[in-house]
């Protein structure tokens, strides 16, 4: 009985592992192919309530933290917007964390509320400690990069995550 028991733990984990590196692969290699905000922001961000719902918060929270680097390694943030990727990291994890609080008192609430989240951190951070650091052009240029389109893109991921959970008959 006890071989049952250990053969069928080993065989979920074998299934969660699975399924968070194929999630993990795909976080990682949509920034590097897709450069285009409007394609990588929503892609990202599904990919990141995806991972709440199908392996868990702890695994989201690792994904969280990949794609803003391999973003900035491939030129969809250019290397001055460097300082902004702990920030985007942080921005990340609030969208997982604070989607996987609310999940439970629904999906479209925790999908806003996480992604007004997301986006007052990084339009906060931005006002607040870039404006000091970066010349006038570029502070603008991330300014705007930073404020509504994190905004969008996060409901578009949310909208992109729930055809895909609804799919998967997750929701």
Known sequence: ???TVASTITKVQSVAMVKFLALLGIATFVPMF?????LTG???NAILIITVVVVGVREALLIALIP???ALAYGLLPLPLAPMIPFIMISNAFLVWFFDVLRDRGYWLAVV????IKFVWLYAIVHLLMKSILAGSLFNSLAILMSWPQLVTAL???VLAWIFLKWLKFV
């Open 156 to 158: 578009i991921g949310g």
């Open 42 to 44: 929503p892609l990202v």
């Open 1 to 3: 009985m006890s071989k």
């Open 34 to 38: 897709v450069h285009l905000q409007w």
């Open 68 to 70: 803003s680097s391999i």
């Open 113 to 116: 509320v996480a992604a007004l």
